[in-house]
């Protein structure tokens, strides 16, 4: 069984387009995180929402919107998608965001390519 | 910025050695992990260790923390052309935020 999966794996797009990438975890956990990985393989944390709620909100640009409609899912809509947004997106788990020792399971990644 | 960088970039050895790999970090944390990401797939984590610890093992895995230095190694012994990936460390420094470093790639030749 997949624990934390995504949607879709590859997206291809032209600039000014909105898409949106799906991910699901099944692990039960309570907290989940969307990171970007750009072309040198720089991770870098985006979002992370706690039981529905937003708790982390790095310098991302607004057109990025996360919406979390269950603790089981989180969803990321990109408007207005620019060259600088291609790269690799993974959505991940954990079990509690007490900021105490915990593991992040990671999805398989979904690759957004902007022409 | 970056908290934690690994050292080195990449590392190329032969089946049966084995591999080291450092990283270093900036400020006080709460703990380190090291993730591991074959290519074209998801990071998956392999070994946290807590700041209060000096030394973690599993399997063939060994990871040190040295919080006087700010670094942390990980040691993969008898390696195998499996272990061929990008070896991530990540610190865990503000809350439950985990920053990563910028990766080390490890070549196992067969």
């Known amino acids: 069984d997949t624990a934390v999966s995504q949607t879709p794996k590859y997206l291809v797009t032209q600039m000014g387009n909105d898409k949106s990438i799906k991910c699901e975890q099944n692990?039960?956990?309570?907290?989940m995180y969307w990171y970007k990985q750009d072309s040198k393989k720089f991770l870098k944390i985006m979002f992370s929402?706690?039981?529905?709620?937003?708790?982390i909100n790095e310098t991302v640009p607004n057109r990025f919107s996360p919406k979390s409609p269950d603790k089981a899912h989180l969803n990321l809509h990109i408007n207005s998608l620019e060259l600088g947004d291609s790269a690799v997106y993974f959505c991940?788990?954990?079990?509690?965001?007490?900021?105490?020792?915990?593991?992040?399971?990671f999805g398989p990644g979904t690759r957004l390519t902007v022409t | 910025s970056q908290q934690g960088e690994e050292d080195p970039q990449a590392l190329s050895i032969q089946e049966g050695e084995n591999a080291t790999m450092n990283c270093s970090y900036k400020?006080?944390?709460?703990?380190l992990q090291w993730y591991r990401q074959n290519s074209g797939r998801g990071l998956v984590h392999l070994i946290l260790?807590?700041?209060?610890?000096r030394e973690k093992h599993s399997g063939r895995l060994r990871v040190t923390l040295d919080t006087s230095k700010k670094s942390s190694s990980l040691l993969i012994t008898a390696s195998r052309a499996a272990d061929t990936a990008s070896y991530f460390c990540a610190t865990v420094y503000y809350g439950n935020k985990l920053v990563f470093g910028a990766g080390t790639i490890l070549r196992v030749k067969s």
């Open positions: 692990l039960g956990h309570d907290t």
């Open positions: 929402y706690n039981n529905k709620e937003l708790i």
């Open positions: 991940a788990s954990s079990q509690d965001s007490s900021g105490s020792a915990y593991e992040q399971y």
């Open positions: 260790i807590r700041s209060n610890e």
């Open positions: 400020t006080s944390i709460n703990n």
